[in-house]
């Protein structure tokens, strides 16, 4: 199995070092549904946002391996700050499909500088001389309120008519503006991750130039700035990206409840609830669940990266690896988090205590489509040699 590299130790440390930031500011953050500006900035400092960003723009190129294991770690203190440090930074591998001249304008400033965006529904893109004049309204943005860049997806349109490719499939652009260009709505109200702000994005008629924009399509190559092992992974970094939270946060729960076994003693009883037979059995559910759920996914990240170090794209088998090693580990973290709930008591449902945190978001992660219980039944389709719903196969 492959290991995370030198630069883990010292990015791990960094982590360690602003916890106490990310964990004072937590609270904060979820009620202003926005990562606090102190968060942000202790993470850019540490450089957890330039980790997966190639070495010519200012940044680390760190393998996948060390990426997830410090998203783990900051999803451990808080998994709103994990999960928009997994967007941005595991994320950038959707700027594969943009020319190098976009590239160049995206990342060629400040190596510390965030990345946001969402693919879906796609707005609708009209061809115009230079580039594309775009209007759409894209959900689930998270960390917009802090980016500097959007990346987007649209659908080519020939007046109203939806231009399609030689098999009938929708011809798609992904394509990137500065955050300035698009309106942001307040429209994330949820019971968890709150503090992602994961708004919704609006553009109306705004003009892309062709530079920033490219068409979504299996890559046969790399833009030369994107040149890499890490992007040869393409799709599937964000994709693997997802379960890093939901480790993160599930390992904190398991870690809160065993700080409560040895503090609570139970209504009506007598003992400790660290003596009680039910709460030691979910305990012991609860950590082999998470343990089985991590070796499967990094097993299947780590067959992956030995095939993008070789500068290959990742075959069939090694996709649907990676997909369902990621669901399995976000739905195995959710029934981690619900054993923990039950063996927590009336203290899982105290505000003041962290177990409900963890519930709610453990639970909001397993809605995300990249991530969801569905994409197991989507690889189930291919295992069976059916046609798949899941277009990013073909990524």
């Known amino acids: 199995m492959a290991t995370a590299t030198t630069l883990a130790p010292s990015l791990l440390e960094a982590v360690n070092q602003i916890a106490p930031i990310i964990r004072e500011n937590a609270g904060r953050s979820e009620r202003n549904r926005s990562l606090a500006t102190e968060t942000v900035a202790a993470m850019k400092r540490a450089g957890l946002y330039r980790m997966t960003k190639p070495r010519a723009f200012g940044g680390m190129e760190v393998d996948p391996i060390t990426a997830v294991q410090v998203w783990e770690a900051v999803s451990r203190i808080d998994a709103s700050a994990g ?79 939806l231009r399609r490719d030689e098999n009938g499939n929708p011809v798609q652009i992904l394509f990137a503006m500065p955050a300035s260009d698009a309106e942001i709505l307040d429209t994330w109200h949820t019971m968890g991750l709150c503090a992602t ?84 059995m979910q305990l012991g559910q609860a950590e082999a669940l998470l343990g089985a759920a991590r070796a499967y996914f990094y097993q299947s990240l780590s067959a992956a990266w030995q095939t993008a170090q070789k500068r290959e794209f990742l075959s069939q088998s090694e996709k649907i690896a990676i997909q369902l090693a990621t669901s399995h580990a976000i739905d195995s973290s959710a029934k981690v988090v619900d054993l923990v709930h ?12 962290p177990f409900q945190r963890h519930f709610r978001d453990a639970h909001v992660i397993t809605q995300h489509a990249f991530g969801s219980i569905s994409r197991i039944e989507s690889a189930g389709k291919l295992l069976f040699g059916q046609p798949t719903d899941w277009p990013f196969f073909m990524m």
């Open 83 to 161: 999960w928009n440090l997994i967007i941005s930074s595991g994320g950038i591998t959707f700027g594969s499909w943009i020319p190098d001249q976009g590239i160049e304008e995206m990342f060629s400033g400040d190596p510390d500088s965030i990345l946001a965006g969402a693919v879906f529904p796609p707005g609708k893109a009209i061809p115009v001389d230079g580039g594309y004049r775009v209007t759409g309204q894209w959900p689930f943005a998270s960390g917009c309120q802090h980016a500097s860049w959007l990346a987007e997806l649209a659908s080519v349109y020939d007046g109203d008519e």
């Open 197 to 280: 702000g994961s708004h919704d994005l609006s553009v109306k008629d705004l003009f892309v130039p062709s530079h920033r924009a490219g068409r979504l399509a299996p890559l046969k190559q790399l833009p030369k700035a994107f040149d890499i092992p890490l992007f040869h992974l393409t799709v599937w970094l964000p994709v693997a990206s997802l379960a890093a939270p939901a480790l993160g946060n599930a390992r904190a729960a398991v870690d809160a409840l065993i700080d409560l076994g040895s503090k609570k003693t139970p209504a009506y009883g007598a003992a400790p609830l660290s003596t009680r037979s039910s709460a030691q």
């Open 342 to 353: 039950q063996a927590a008591g009336t203290s899982a449902i105290r505000l003041e205590k």
